[in-house]
């Protein structure tokens, strides 16, 4: 019983086994700590025996030794020694009993480690690495699980599955180990590989990093295949003991190579749709693009007010459109436009259930993948030149010191006059020659003005260099370029800042005890202290400091000319001693 006791004590402690495996040696080396420590216990009880307690002590032993030492402050010479053989014995039945109950798993000679059933188990998603392991993230866990790749059970990156955590981590910033049970569902995701094609099969040379092995394909199932071809397939099920997984072939990109071949096979691998479906397809195409009477008439008329575009030169689609007018001596209209989409879809039709699934067009060097089909995008919700359009709309009246004296926001129908490329508007600003240079000029005299008010007020520039491709017809690249942020840029970013702005304090303007009115809101949290202290750190070793009356750090800082910044504090004055002139701060400064 001593040498049950004492293994049952000592190591089988589930929190402490599931750290590690244990072999025989250690276990001896915890029986003799715990036996040290009960042999005063045990030398008490000794004196008080019954006849189904027998006398007896355990004393320390060793894990070559014959018989248990007796504990030198144990001098009953009654008292039984027990041996070596008598407590492997128990240590034996023990394991035994521990495998058989399924608390305890054997890992070969003299190695065992809790079972995974005594583990905590969760469920989670499979984030699959290059080198084959995984990392499994689970909802309930601030940190992912790792799962050496031996230990993955066929999951693949984007499975759901079962994991049992079998270890924590031993150093802060670790990841706690485990390894994966059970698939319980898998991916939906798409991948992009090479055919190649033999007499009979098809193998597929998966391009992501993450699959690394080739998928097999029979040749009659898809016949249309050719070697070479770039194909998307999709994995249905790996089981346990084949070479590689069973999947689909979804669709044939056609040859490597090719440009547009291999613009498709981006867009797939990254799950991102690079078609619209037939039936989504019919849905644009059967909308008219007749305005009749009845619809102008509930809209405010634009149509007889300058207006126009200004966009990329390679643009497809025109969203957005400025009006202007005169109204007397000091005083303008400005109108900024946008496609009024609502008017041609409706909520929870197959459009907007498209767009709502697609949630942004993608931008790629060649070309836009849009949220909507093209006879939406590129002709009905184009403020394309020349043609009646419907719109939704923020009107200004301002003054010549760009103050707005009055606003209005509604549905309108316009009619653009031009279609101006930022170059060309940039021409027009320059030097006051061509078609609405009048217009154009004075639309960038309000924006500059708007512009150096909005930095003087402490606005963040997140300007930056933007490069741009020169490419052939077939979309080969022949040259980069850095794309200039002129005032002709600048003029549009402005009104449409002003727009934002005014709509968004419209919106979030309520009566006293009356409701936030239903609306998408961007919310900005408090600050973080512990990231304030670091920056305060940091700062303290360039020579400035921060400092706040009330004890809590309020950093803003203010851009100046020349990548220079100005730190100062809501209710204090200037905080930075000087001018912060270390370029590189100014970006730190953005990102706390």
């Not at 993608?362 to 002709?379: G, K």
Request: proline share 4%.
């Amino acid at each position: 019983d001593a040498g049950a006791d004492i293994i049952e004590t000592c190591t089988f402690n589930a929190q402490a086994i599931s750290q590690s495996d244990y072999s025989t040696t250690h276990l001896v080396r915890r029986i003799n700590l715990a036996a040290a420590r009960l042999a005063r216990a045990e030398a008490d009880l000794a004196t008080k025996a019954t006849p189904d307690r027998p006398r007896f002590v355990a004393g320390s032993i060793g894990p070559t030794g014959k018989t248990a030492s007796m504990s030198p402050d144990v001098e009953n010479p009654s008292l039984r020694a027990i041996t070596f053989n008598q407590l492997q014995e128990a240590y034996e039945e023990q394991i035994e009993a521990l495998i058989e109950g399924g608390v305890v798993e054997s890992h070969g000679r003299d190695k065992f480690q809790l079972s995974s059933s005594q583990l905590p188990h969760y469920e989670g998603v499979v984030d699959l690495a290059v080198s084959g392991a995984a990392y499994v993230r689970v909802e309930e866990l601030d940190c992912d699980i790792y799962v050496n790749q031996r230990n993955t059970r066929c999951a693949l990156d984007g499975d759901r599955v079962e994991v049992v955590l079998q270890r924590q981590p031993y150093r802060e910033g670790d990841n706690p180990e485990g390894a994966i049970t059970k698939v319980l569902e898998r991916s939906k995701r798409q991948y992009v590989g090479v055919a190649e094609v033999s007499r009979s099969a098809i193998f597929v040379h998966p391009d992501s990093r993450k699959l690394q092995m080739d998928i097999f394909f029979s040749r009659k199932l898809y016949p249309e295949v050719k070697d070479g071809d770039k194909v998307v397939f999709r994995i249905e099920d790996w089981r346990e003991g084949d070479r590689s997984p069973r999947g689909v072939i979804v669709d044939v990109l056609g040859r490597q190579g090719d440009n547009d071949v291999e613009m498709h096979a981006i867009l797939a691998e990254y799950d991102l749709p690079y078609k619209f479906e037939p039936e989504v397809e019919a849905a644009a195409n059967a909308i008219s693009d007749v305005i009749d009477e009845k619809e102008i008439a509930q809209r405010r008329d634009f149509r007889a007010v300058t207006t126009f575009t200004i966009d990329p030169a390679d643009a497809k689609d025109f969203d957005d459109a400025l009006s202007i007018q005169k109204l007397e001596d000091g005083i303008w209209e400005v109108g900024v436009h946008i496609a009024d989409v609502t008017h041609y879809i409706r909520p929870d039709d197959v459009l907007d259930c498209e767009a709502r699934d697609r949630g942004t067009s993608v931008y790629l060097v060649d070309r836009t993948v849009p949220m909507l089909p093209e006879r939406l995008c590129n002709e009905l919700c184009s403020l394309r030149p020349n043609e009646e359009k419907l719109c939704f709309s923020a009107v200004f009246k301002l003054n010549e010191n760009d103050e707005v004296l009055d606003e209005w926001f509604g549905r309108t129908v316009i009619y653009s006059d031009r279609r101006f490329t930022y170059a060309e508007a940039q021409a027009r600003i320059e030097t006051g020659v061509g078609d609405y240079a009048e217009e154009i000029g004075v639309m960038n005299r309000l924006a500059q003005t708007m512009r150096q008010r909005r930095f003087k007020n402490g606005a963040v520039s997140f300007e930056r260099a933007e490069f741009k491709f020169i490419l052939d017809e077939k979309g080969k690249p022949l040259g980069v370029y850095t794309k200039e942020q002129k005032e002709s840029n600048q003029l549009v970013e402005e009104f449409m800042l002003l727009a934002n702005r005014t709509v968004a304090e419209k919106i979030g303007r309520k009566a006293p005890n009356a409701p936030l009115k239903t609306f998408v809101y961007r919310i900005h949290d408090e600050p973080n202290m512990e990231k304030m202290a670091m920056l305060a750190k940091f700062v303290s070793k360039l020579g400035y400091k921060m400092r706040s009356a009330s004890g809590h750090v309020s950093l803003y800082y203010r851009p100046l000319d020349g990548g220079c910044a100005l730190l100062y504090n809501e209710n204090e004055p200037l905080i930075a001693a000087s001018v912060i002139k270390i370029p590189i701060m100014v970006e730190a400064f953005r990102r706390f």
